[in-house]
């Protein structure tokens, strides 16, 4: 599977949308591209995922580039409750179960 | 979507005892997941967990240091065996429910190890 690269840590001001990038220049044909958070303590939660068109839903907007190398997770309007590690995964189709969590990036959603 | 549980929900153990997690899913499922989360690191998957079958381990990780039963379709067990400092960790199980392509995770183990 396709290895990611996400920045470390992000800040966003309460109300504003967060961007959350993703690199994964060596992503094939058949991988999507998944992203999960784990908010302190819990267990990872799954937010949204795509293959070539941008997704979205009630959690978050995903938009991935047209050579597929990176995308964006968007949280429209951030709230305190969004602070967590947002996870960027890259899962060949039929193997969606298997999940490399790389580092993440830390969001810290500021009031 | 599906509920898991585990239990405990986290133990302190002595060196060289072992503990088994428990994993209850509130449907039926065909694949369960094992995965590790050490301090301060994100998740690595330990062993898939399929029902009627022996697990699948991941690179680093053997049977005899994590077995693993599956007796049906809504329930697994993870044991951690000959406990060690360096397996405290927050251990957690996931399935991939009802078709859907994304996993639910339980909300982990928290096992010390002193």
């Known amino acids: 599977d396709a290895k990611t690269t996400q920045p470390p840590s992000m800040d966003c001001a309460e109300g504003r949308a967060a961007n959350l990038p993703c690199n994964h220049s060596?992503?094939?044909?058949?991988?999507?591209v998944y992203w999960y958070r784990q908010i302190h303590s819990q267990g990872p939660q799954y937010i949204i995922h795509?293959?070539?068109n941008n997704e979205t839903n009630e959690m978050a907007s995903l938009i991935i580039t047209e050579d597929r190398k990176s995308s964006t997770l968007i949280l429209p309007h951030a709230t305190l409750r969004d602070t967590a590690v947002y996870y960027c995964?890259?899962?060949?189709?039929?193997?969606?179960?298997?999940?490399?969590f790389g580092q993440g990036t830390t969001l810290q959603v500021k009031p | 979507s599906a509920v898991i549980s585990q239990k405990p929900s986290r133990d302190i153990c002595q060196r060289g005892t072992s503990l088994t997690i428990q994993c209850q899913v509130d449907?039926?499922?065909?694949?369960m997941f094992w995965y590790r989360q050490q301090p301060g690191q994100s998740l690595t998957l330990i062993a898939t967990?399929?029902?009627?079958?022996?697990?699948?381990?991941e690179s680093g990780f053997v049977i005899d240091k994590f077995p693993i039963s599956r007796p049906n379709l809504t329930f697994s067990t993870l044991t951690v065996s000959n406990l060690s400092p360096e397996d405290s960790s927050i251990y957690l199980c996931?399935?991939?429910?009802?078709?859907?392509?994304?996993?639910?995770f339980g909300p982990g183990t928290r096992l010390t190890v002193l």
């Open positions: 996931s399935v991939e429910a009802g078709g859907l392509l994304e996993q639910f």
């Open positions: 060596t992503i094939s044909g058949n991988e999507y």
């Open positions: 795509g293959l070539k």
């Open positions: 995964i890259v899962v060949r189709s039929g193997n969606t179960g298997k999940l490399i």
């Open positions: 449907s039926q499922v065909t694949m």
């Open positions: 967990a399929n029902q009627g079958s022996e697990a699948t381990y």
